[in-house]
């Protein structure tokens, strides 16, 4: 009897035309060819996975390796030999090792025990150190190995058993907030139409939520007693390291479908939002993605001790020379003056000073000078620096001052190898969002046919404000920002001030937004109140969230894919515009002021979503409202959104665009807003031509998919556009000024626009008064044409000799230089016949801040710096 429970009924296939992620299945006939053109079962591709059916993958020829896991670098039967072979890799221990060895022949001059005890308490010392470290991680797997997780064990039961112990094949139950234990394949999920919220931040950094969805045809795989006899084969790519791409197939009830990485959860990433899952084990332990990307414990060394090797070598060297010179010595004496010295009996001599044999005599004497004149290299001192390394680890894990209140964690020393190098940081490179910011989005301004509504001051516009207002006197640049007074006031709109001292904080999370033109339905008198009540609708509409319903409160909250949605839901809410509800194929709306009857529930029928995507940067709802009208909702980046509008949609462009510099300005991250009605028979023919792609199988989907997008998202009209405020995390300022006198330089890569990027560096201490800026930029418009590229490489070539040489001139030793480059010009200056040149200048300056940069521009820039 299926037990009773709670489900969110949401029907995503149908509200998004999400089914064009799910293939249409074939007839049994058909058998795999439904897949034709798929690389599955050739090299590469051979995996087979027996669903709910493990113990076939326990034993030859699909015998794959379990879900236990391992980190360290040392098991008990390797750690000796690897120990041991570790430490002489170091020069000086070997040279130790020579030196107690010889210490054992009869031409030491002292006790062996002098030599060895020392090597013995370095070289010990030193694998207790790594045989500690390697058992905190050993620990830290055991931890992992031993979490559990809901299996199917049989008949429709399941029982909780260690990750460790799981098999390929297992059907497991992942409930909300839980770890994935291996890589699954979504089966169903709490809602009923199969899908889930996941949270990838230990795979990729990124604390967005990520959709996932399942197959349709195992929607009805709801229960734990379905499972009592669920069976399937997957067929899918070999293990890889690929976190973002799958292919495979499931051959299920005689039907074969596609599977792509919508339909994967992978090891390590976390189930949020979504009371649980199930799904189907597919790669375990190492075969998972998570480990096939991570690497083998290293060896790691500072730069001081490989320079102390280098120093070994000189001073090895040199014992070498005053040896040689001393046995030289030796033998020549023994030879000539030996047989006269009489009381030394020479005549009774041994071969340690043998007359006749000289040059024996010298060798021996070589040997017994390398160990007498052996405290030229001191042993003494590797001794100290182990002691130290270890007190330092120590030290760093109980150190009060780095304790995250937040999470209850203190900083860890996973090894202590490299505690020096912390000292020799001197650049730091990082990125805008979620480093320097919280990545917590708060509504603040908005423009709506061509109006600025929003008199609140960002974060940045205060900070910066202050920083310029209090260095202005001092700068030896003119300053071109909004902010040209040493006032305590900022001008906002016309007739209203903000006071800087001022610190206002909004009781609503996610809405700072301060506006009476705008509240309690004061729009309606607005002159353009139908452009209003559109941008307001796009906000309620035109998103990928879910609303729940806090039991406790009663209060509704917004599960989103990014922080941005979850702000404009938020603001559309508090506008009068509040998403309540979603059914299978509509969303529902609470309008307040938009009739005489007071609240008005409103229902918009879905029918088409073109997600959001890096590449397209842009989101698109085509939706049917209560009067029967076709309209198709677009938000964006406002330069994509521009190159779509009609002739006739371009009326509010010059003032929206003022805005959005404006609100650049200050720090704050906008998308453009438009709209486009519909008529039927063009929508008509347009839905046929996306159905035909979104049910295409090949590598060209996604670009088919793109092309009839553009044949929709055209001759749109501008609407107006949004001002988010992602805050700055608390103490940033103060961090990176305390880094600045410590010397250490800041890179910020972003791609934010160049006054954004300008007024933010003011706002975190980047930007200092009295600091120097030199701005690299370059006017060329297409870098195609081969005359536009010379003249903009040879303008920056320019720039940056002569700021070369103002930085040369300098006389002031206290002098601190910014440098500010936008992603056009630094295209140019990372190729060779300029990088030089230009990181000649980068690592002459305080602060550098790359602007309008991409992902690509971040990683050639990261590795430069870091390989100059």
């Known amino acids: 009897m299926a037990r009773a429970r709670k489900r969110d009924r949401l029907r995503w296939s149908k ?149 460790e112990d799981l098999c390929v094949g297992d059907v497991v139950k992942v409930e909300k907030d839980q770890f994935f234990p291996a890589d699954l394949l979504l089966l169903s999920s709490s809602y009923e139409d199969g899908i889930c919220y996941v949270e990838t931040m230990n795979l990729d950094g990124e604390t967005n939520l990520k959709l996932k969805r399942s197959l349709e045809v195992t929607l009805p795989l709801e229960e734990d007693e379905t499972f009592k006899d669920f069976r399937g084969v997957i067929r899918c790519e070999d293990p890889n390291a690929s976190l973002y791409t799958f292919i495979g197939n499931l051959d299920y009830e005689r039907q074969v479908y596609a599977l792509d990485p919508s339909q994967i959860l992978l090891r390590d990433s976390k189930l949020r939002n979504t009371a649980f899952i199930y799904g189907v084990v597919i790669f375990t332990g190492h075969d998972s993605k998570v480990m096939q990307n ?35 010595g030796f033998a020549v004496r023994i030879k000539l003056d030996l047989p006269r010295w009489w009381y030394l009996q020479p005549q009774n001599s041994n ?80 990125d805008k969002t979620g480093t320097l910011t919280c990545n917590q989005m708060d509504f603040l301004k908005c423009s709506i046919a061509g ?46 001030t903000f006071s800087v001292g001022k610190t206002q904080k909004s009781s609503i999370k996610g809405f700072s937004f301060e506006d009476d033109r705008l509240m309690q339905g004061h729009w309606t008198n607005e002159p353009n109140s139908n452009m209003l009540l559109m941008f307001f609708r796009i906000l309620a509409i035109c998103h990928t969230a879910i609303p729940e319903v806090n039991e406790a409160t009663g209060a509704l909250t917004y599960e989103a894919e990014s922080p941005d949605e979850g702000a404009f839901l938020v603001a559309a809410r508090e506008f009068g515009f509040e998403f309540f509800k979603r059914t299978q194929a509509s969303v529902f709306i609470k309008e307040k002021y938009t009739s005489s009857n007071g609240t008005t529930e409103r229902e918009f029928k879905i029918l088409n979503l073109l997600e959001f995507n890096s590449k397209r940067k842009r989101m698109t709802v085509i939706m049917r409202d209560e009067d029967n009208r076709i309209v198709l909702l677009c938000k964006g980046a406002d330069t994509i959104i521009f190159d779509r509008l009609a002739k006739n949609g371009r009326l509010y462009e010059p003032d929206t665009t003022k805005h959005l510099n404006e ?44 092309r009839v997008a553009d044949l929709i998202e055209k001759e749109l009209i501008l609407v107006g556009a949004t001002a988010v405020e992602d805050k700055l995390q608390t103490g940033v300022p103060q961090c990176i000024d305390r880094l600045a006198q410590a010397g250490l330089k800041i890179w910020v890569l972003t791609g934010d626009k160049m006054e954004t990027a300008i007024n933010i560096g003011y706002a975190c201490s980047l930007l200092r008064q009295g600091m120097k800026q030199i701005s690299l930029s370059t006017t060329a418009g297409d870098q195609v044409a081969q005359d536009a590229q010379k003249a903009a490489k040879e303008s920056l070539m320019l720039q940056i000799a002569n700021a070369s040489q103002m930085v040369k001139l300098e006389k002031d030793p206290d ?46 820039v990261t590795s430069s710096i870091a390989n100059p």
Request: hydrophobic share 40%.
């Open 15 to 163: 509200l998004y035309t999400f089914s064009c992620f799910h293939q249409p299945h074939t007839d049994e006939a058909a058998g795999p060819a439904a897949v034709s053109g798929s690389p599955v079962g050739g090299p590469g591709f051979s995996r087979i996975v027996h669903c709910n059916n493990s113990i076939l993958h326990r034993r030859k020829p699909l015998k794959y390796p379990t879900n236990y896991i391992s980190t360290t670098k040392y098991n008990v039967l390797t750690f000796l030999p690897k120990a041991i072979f570790e430490q002489f890799r170091r020069v000086a221990n070997l040279y130790f090792l020579l030196t107690a060895i010889l210490s054992l022949t009869p031409v030491c001059p002292f006790s062996p025990v002098s030599m060895i005890a020392p090597l013995a308490f370095v070289v010990g010392l030193s694998m207790i150190k790594e045989a500690l470290e390697d058992w905190r991680r050993f620990m830290q797997d055991m931890k992992v190995n031993n979490r559990k997780v809901s299996v199917h064990k049989g008949d429709g039961e399941f029982e909780f058993r260690h990750w």
């Open 294 to 328: 991570s690497t083998e414990s290293p060896s790691k060394r500072s730069r001081i001790e490989k320079k102390m090797d280098l120093i070994i070598y000189i001073l090895f060297t040199v014992l070498v020379l005053i040896s040689l010179i001393s046995s030289i």
């Open 663 to 706: 609100y650049g300005e200050a720090g704050l991250r906008t998308l453009a807003l438009s709209y486009r009605m519909l008529e039927e028979s063009e929508y008509e023919s347009w839905n046929a031509e996306f159905l035909k792609a979104k049910t295409s199988i090949g590598p060209d989907r996604e670009l088919q998919l793109e």
């Open 815 to 860: 002098a601190a230089f910014a440098l500010v480059i936008d992603g056009k010009a630094l295209t140019f200056a990372l190729e060779d016949d300029m990088k030089n040149m230009f990181l000649n200048l980068a690592v002459e300056c305080a602060s550098v801040i790359c602007c309008r940069v991409s992902p690509r521009q971040k990683a050639l």
């Open 451 to 496: 109006v600025s509504y929003g008199v609140r001051a960002s974060e940045v516009e205060r900070a910066a404000a202050k920083q310029m207002a209090s260095g202005a006197a001092d700068q030896d640049i003119p300053v071109q920002d909004v902010w040209e007074s040493n006032e305590d006031e900022i001008q906002l709109v016309e007739g209203v």
């Open 351 to 430: 071969k340690l000073d043998d007359p006749t044999r000289p040059a024996l005599s010298g060798i021996f004497h070589l040997i017994t000078a390398l160990i007498l004149y052996g405290y030229l290299i001191p042993i003494s001192l590797y001794v100290s620096i182990e002691v130290v390394k270890v007190a330092q680890a120590h030290f760093i894990n109980q150190d009060i001052h780095m304790f995250d209140e937040e999470t209850g964690n203190t900083a860890q020393a996973r090894t202590s190898n490299l505690n020096e190098e912390l000292g020799q940081v001197h650049t730091i490179l990082s």
